[in-house]
């Protein structure tokens, strides 16, 4: 459950890559040509806060924080208080695939 707002969550995104950006003395021009990005989307981005996946994870490779961003949506590992717990979750198949609406 989410007690911040998306909104809330984007602008701080957006807050982190500029100072990240600045912090690496960086213009718009600068990260824009490194990170393969065009500068209309960069500026966009920092300005709207949006932005198409492939090109924020171009940004982040070059500012920092790609592997946080991998480590972070890595699934948690499961805790087991008894050997029952442990059993059944073997127990239970593994879903490839989501429930149908």
Do not use: C, Y
């Not at 984007?10 to 990170?35: D, F, P, W, Y």
């Not at 994870?57 to 890595?74: N, P, R, T």
């Amino acid at each position: 459950m989410l007690f911040i707002s998306l909104s809330k969550i984007q602008k701080k995104i957006v807050e982190s890559i500029r100072a990240r950006r600045l912090q690496m003395e960086l213009t718009q021009e600068g990260l824009s040509e490194r990170a393969g990005v065009p500068l209309s989307t960069l500026r966009k981005f920092e300005q709207k806060g949006v932005i198409s996946l492939d090109s924020f994870l171009k940004i982040l490779s070059v500012v920092g924080g790609l592997e946080e961003i991998v480590d972070a949506l890595k699934p948690k590992e499961q805790h087991f208080k008894s050997i029952d717990e442990v059993l059944k979750s073997e127990e239970k198949t593994i879903r490839k695939r989501g429930n149908r609406k």
